[in-house]
C-alpha cells in the first residue's frame, strides 16, 4: 500500500466552525489531491497540488482552501463548515499527472465528516 | 461534458457466483480505463488498468473487458468470495489529460452473501 495517512479519521464538528483535514505521505510523491464521496455521486475533485506551495481548484472547491507547505503535507481547510460539507473525504497521491499507466493514483482510507 | 455511468448500482450474488458489472462512457478520445475496488471504510485501490487498444486485461479472478466501439467496460468477478463485497469505481481516462480532470462513475455495490 502506498504510503497514506489521513488526519483525523473521523471528526465531528458544529455548523460555523473552522476544520482542517491533513493527508500526510511518505511516497515524495509530487501530486496530491482531495476528493470528497458522497452518495449518489462519482469522487469529484475539490483540490489539488502539483508542488509546494502549487496548487489549484478542482470542480467542487467553493468553501474550501488547501495549502502544501511541504512535500509530504497536504491540508484541506473548511473555512466556515456547513452541513453540505458533511462527507467522506479522501486524499490522493501521484507521481506524475499524465494518467500513465505507469503513474497510478493511490487512495488514503479517508476521514468521515459530520457536521451538525 | 464526460459520462461514466455504471450498472447495476447494487447487487447481491451468493458465494462462489460469478457476476458482472458494466461500465458506460462518453469520454472520447481516453488513453486508458481503470477499475478499482473500494471496501467499506478504506481508500479505492486498482483493480485493473486497460490502454483503448486492449480487450481484456486479468487480475486474478477479476477480468475487465473493453469494447471501445460500444464504449463499454465490463468486469467479470469468478468464483465471489466474501470479500469481494465491496464497491466496484470505473474511471476513464481522457487522453492527454491530467488526474485534475477524471470522472469518476458512482460505482456498484455488491454484496456476497455466504
Known amino acids: 500500500d502506498a504510503g497514506i495517512t489521513q488526519s483525523p479519521r473521523h471528526k465531528v464538528t458544529e455548523t460555523g466552525t473552522p476544520v482542517t483535514l491533513r493527508c500526510h505521505q511518505t511516497e515524495n510523491h509530487r501530486y496530491m489531491y482531495w476528493y470528497r464521496q458522497d452518495p449518489g455521486h462519482g469522487l469529484r475533485l475539490i483540490h489539488y497540488?502539483?508542488?509546494?506551495?502549487?496548487?489549484d481548484k478542482g470542480e467542487v472547491s467553493d468553501g474550501y482552501s488547501v495549502s502544501r507547505s511541504k512535500t509530504e503535507d497536504f491540508l484541506l481547510t473548511l473555512e466556515s463548515a456547513t452541513s453540505s460539507q458533511t462527507s467522506v473525504y479522501f486524499c490522493?497521491?501521484?507521481?506524475?499527472?499524465?494518467?500513465?499507466?505507469?503513474?497510478?493514483?493511490?487512495f488514503g482510507n479517508g476521514t468521515r465528516l459530520t457536521v451538525t | 461534458k464526460n459520462q461514466v455511468e455504471q450498472s447495476p448500482q447494487s447487487l447481491i450474488i451468493l458465494e462462489g457466483k460469478n457476476c458482472t458489472l458494466q461500465c458506460n462512457y462518453t469520454v472520447s478520445p481516453f488513453s486508458n480505463l481503470r477499475w478499482y475496488k473500494q471496501d467499506t471504510g478504506r481508500g479505492p485501490v486498482s483493480l485493473t488498468i486497460?490502454?483503448?487498444?486492449?480487450n481484456t486485461k486479468s487480475n486474478g479472478r477479476y477480468t475487465a473487458t473493453l469494447d471501445a466501439d460500444t464504449k463499454q467496460s465490463s468486469l467479470h468477478i469468478t468464483a465471489s468470495q466474501l470479500s469481494d463485497s465491496a464497491s466496484y469505481i470505473c474511471?476513464?481516462?481522457?487522453?492527454?489529460?491530467?488526474?485534475?480532470?477524471?470522472?469518476f462513475g458512482k460505482g456498484t455495490m455488491l454484496l456476497v452473501s455466504p
Open positions: 474511471v476513464v481516462i481522457p487522453t492527454n489529460s491530467g488526474y485534475s480532470t477524471l470522472t
Open positions: 490522493a497521491i501521484s507521481e506524475w499527472d499524465r494518467t500513465g499507466i505507469n503513474s497510478p493514483l493511490h
Open positions: 486497460m490502454t483503448f487498444s486492449e
Open positions: 497540488s502539483y508542488g509546494v506551495k502549487d496548487t
